[in-house]
């Protein structure tokens, strides 16, 4: 159910009377950044760091879960640039993601737990990631990204699922994150699923990256709940920092070599 607009005549208000004032939504009046949507004071982009990987992720998101600011689905995405983000829609599925199930260049995974009935015969290990790879094809972690109970309806009312591999996660990770109340601590939020899935897959350096990321990300957003920012750098933040000024070195020689070649030709 749509809400109406709190200035626009309703059914049970009277059209002739005055607009009430502007609804104002709480932190409406916060300045945020554009590109990271935090407030400026709590700014993630000086701590995006890009990383290469061997596998490759895609997000089928519910479409009430993008909306959500504390996902951190689109973090996965900050970090490693191939990775493909897809809504999900029951009866209208994307045909993006149909064309890419069908390209021979990839292997997917549909990441879910084991503990349902009805596949046991589709659940595979990370060995067969790693057999994929060998082979030349491309793994590609499916991570159904929402609730648990939003994730459980993709996953048994998507049919283009249906014949993929299923490999759940296993670890004894326990989960970080502090933005929702999981039900238990070894419910790990999406970002931390996908770290540890390139973790598992030889993708180590993507893994800290994103771990690094996904700490600073509950960091900032918990302060900017109170106002304020971190009292000081956390170990995470130096880390990307670090990773951040060897990025901008390398660019820098990049140009700088650049340069000097075109100069050479002329």
């Not at 491309?138 to 609730?147: A, E, H, N, R």
Request: hydrophobic share 35%; glycine share 4%; with cysteine.
């Amino acid at each position: 159910m749509q809400d109406e607009s709190p200035t626009s005549p309703s059914s049970d208000t009277d059209p002739a009377s005055p607009p009430r004032r502007e609804f104002k939504a709480r932190g409406s009046f916060v300045v945020r950044c554009e590109a990271c949507n935090l407030p400026r004071l709590n700014c993630l982009c000086p701590y995006r760091v890009r990383a290469e990987s061997q596998t490759r992720v895609w997000l089928l998101t519910h479409p009430i879960e993008q909306y959500k600011p504390t996902n951190t689905g689109r973090l996965i995405r900050d970090v490693l640039p191939d990775t493909e983000v897809f809504t999900w829609y029951r009866t209208a599925p994307d045909e993006r993601l149909l064309a890419l199930l069908e390209d021979s260049r990839y292997a997917p995974f549909v990441v879910f737990p084991d503990d349902q009935e009805g596949y046991a015969e589709r659940v595979v290990g990370m060995d067969r990631v790693i057999e994929r790879q060998k082979t030349g094809r491309i793994p590609v972690f499916i991570l159904l990204d929402g609730t648990w109970r939003q994730a459980r309806r993709i996953f048994r009312r998507s049919p283009y699922l249906a014949t993929l591999p299923v490999l759940p996660l296993v670890t004894d990770r326990q989960s970080r994150y502090r933005l929702r109340k999981a039900a238990s601590s070894d419910h790990l939020c999406t970002a931390e699923v996908a770290a540890e899935l390139l973790r598992q897959a030889g993708d180590t350096r993507a893994a800290d990256v994103l771990d690094d990321y996904c700490d600073v990300f509950n960091d900032n957003y918990a302060a900017s709940r109170r106002d304020a920012k971190p009292a000081e750098p956390t170990p995470a933040m130096r880390r990307l920092l670090a990773a951040r000024g060897e990025e901008a070195e390398e660019v820098g020689e990049h140009i700088t070599l650049s340069e000097r070649d075109e100069q050479q030709a002329n």
